[in-house]
T-cell receptor
Framework: DGGITQSPKYLFRKEGQNVTLSCEQNLNHDAMYWYRQDPGQGLRLIYYSQIVNDFQKGDIAEGYSVSREKKESFPLTVTSAQKNPTAFYLC??????????????FGPGTRLTVT | AQSVTQLGSHVSVSEGALVLLRCNYSSSVPPYLFWYVQYPNQGLQLLLKYTTGATLVKGINGFEAEFKKSETSFHLTKPSAHMSDAAEYFCAVSATGGGNKLTFGTGTQLKVEL
C-alpha cells in the first residue's frame, strides 16, 4: 500500500532537547510538506520541499529545521529554539501537477509533548 | 496572498439533517479549493476539490461543494448527516504561483446528535 508514514505517533521530550520527527512516503511524490496543528488555529506550514536537496521556509519556520536528502524522506527537527513546541505535527506530500497545484496527501501525524 | 475563513468553529446537527459548513476564500488569482476531513488524532483526508470546470463538485461520503466566484465561497454540504460524519473539517485554498502551498481555514468541528 502506498502512503505516508510518520513515526512515532506520540513523542515526549524535555525542554531544551532537540527532537527529530520522521516522515517517509512511497507515493513517488516530488513535493513534501510539514504542518503544525494547534487547537483552533488550523494547520500552519512550517517547511516545504518541491525537489530533493531543496526546501523553503513556510509561515512559521523559526525554531525548526529540515533536510531532503532522499525523495522519500523529509525529517523535521524541532530545536530548543522553538518557544512552544508542543503540538500535533502533520507531514504531507503531493505531485506538483501540470498546473502546479494538486491535492496533498497527509500522514497520520505525530503528537509532540515537551515538558 | 490568499486566505480562508470558516464561519462557525462548531456546528451541531441532528442525524438525518442537512449539513452545511461554510467556507469563504480570498485570492488574487483563480483559486484551487479543497475540503479535508480529520478524525481525532489522525491525519487529513481529502473530501473533494475544485480546480477548474464544473462548479458543483462531488466528493466522498456523499459530500459536495459549490464554487461561487461572485460570493468567493466554497460551502460544503451533505443532504443527510450520519453519526460517522462527526469530525473536524478544513477548507483550504491554493493558487498558481504559490508552489502548491495550501492555506487552511481554522476548521469546523461537526457534531452529529441522535
Amino acid at each position: 500500500d502506498g502512503g505516508i508514514t510518520q513515526s512515532p505517533k506520540y513523542l515526549f521530550r524535555k525542554e531544551g532537547q532537540n527532537v527529530t520527527l520522521s516522515c517517509e512516503q512511497n507515493l513517488n511524490h516530488d513535493a513534501m510538506y510539514w504542518y503544525r496543528q494547534d487547537p483552533g488555529q488550523g494547520l500552519r506550514l512550517i517547511y516545504y520541499s518541491q525537489i530533493v536537496n531543496d526546501f523553503q521556509k513556510g509561515d512559521i519556520a523559526e525554531g525548526y529545521s529540515v533536510s531532503r536528502e532522499k525523495k522519500e524522506s523529509f525529517p523535521l527537527t524541532v530545536t530548543s529554539a522553538q518557544k512552544n513546541p508542543t503540538a500535533f505535527y502533520l507531514c504531507a506530500s503531493s505531485i506538483p501537477g501540470q498546473g502546479g497545484i494538486t491535492e496533498q496527501y497527509f500522514g497520520p501525524g505525530t503528537r509532540l509533548t515537551v515538558t | 496572498a490568499q486566505s480562508v475563513t470558516q464561519l462557525g468553529s462548531h456546528v451541531s446537527v441532528s442525524e438525518g439533517a442537512l449539513v452545511l459548513l461554510r467556507c469563504n476564500y480570498s485570492s488574487s488569482v483563480p483559486p484551487y479549493l479543497f475540503w479535508y476531513v480529520q478524525y481525532p488524532n489522525q491525519g487529513l483526508q481529502l473530501l473533494l476539490k475544485y480546480t477548474t470546470g464544473a462548479t458543483l463538485v462531488k466528493g466522498i461520503n456523499g459530500f459536495e461543494a459549490e464554487f461561487k466566484k461572485s460570493e468567493t465561497s466554497f460551502h460544503l454540504t451533505k443532504p443527510s448527516a450520519h453519526m460517522s460524519d462527526a469530525a473536524e473539517y478544513f477548507c483550504a485554498v491554493s493558487a498558481t504561483g504559490g508552489g502548491n502551498k495550501l492555506t487552511f481555514g481554522t476548521g469546523t468541528q461537526l457534531k452529529v446528535e441522535l
